[in-house]
């Protein structure tokens, strides 16, 4: 059974920082496509960050410069480091695995990240 579970959000102030984990059971990140994507009330889904199976990022114009993706093979994680965070980051920010060469997909349950005074 495929399970990703995100944690590490929370309220933070505007310019401050956090670190959302994405802990993977029943797939390999190495065999995976790995996303993060984020969604604020009344607006659709939206990728944020993604890695690849051999280690290649992307991320959204909105965030460049300011988040970093990464993954911890070992740990079967992946990372979603922000900083300089604004009250537009303000989302449910949720964690997705697909398959290689496959239409296959898995996603976690959401964290909440709050971005205000």
């Known amino acids: 059974q495929v399970q990703l579970v995100e944690s590490g959000g929370g309220l933070v102030q505007p310019g401050g920082s956090l670190r959302l984990s994405c802990a993977a059971s029943?797939?390999?990140?190495?065999?995976?496509?790995m996303g993060w994507y984020r969604q604020a009330p009344g607006k659709e889904r939206e990728l944020v960050a993604s890695i690849s199976t051999n280690g290649i990022t992307n991320y959204a114009d909105s965030v460049k410069g300011r988040f970093t993706i990464s993954r911890d093979i070992a740990k079967n994680t992946v990372y979603l480091q922000m900083s300089s965070l604004k009250p537009e980051d303000t989302a449910v920010y949720y964690c997705?695995?697909?398959?290689?060469?496959?239409?296959?997909?898995?996603w976690g349950q959401g964290t909440q990240v709050t971005v205000s005074e």
């Open positions: 029943g797939i390999t990140l190495s065999t995976h496509w």
């Open positions: 997705k695995a697909v398959v290689i060469l496959s239409t296959r997909y898995y």
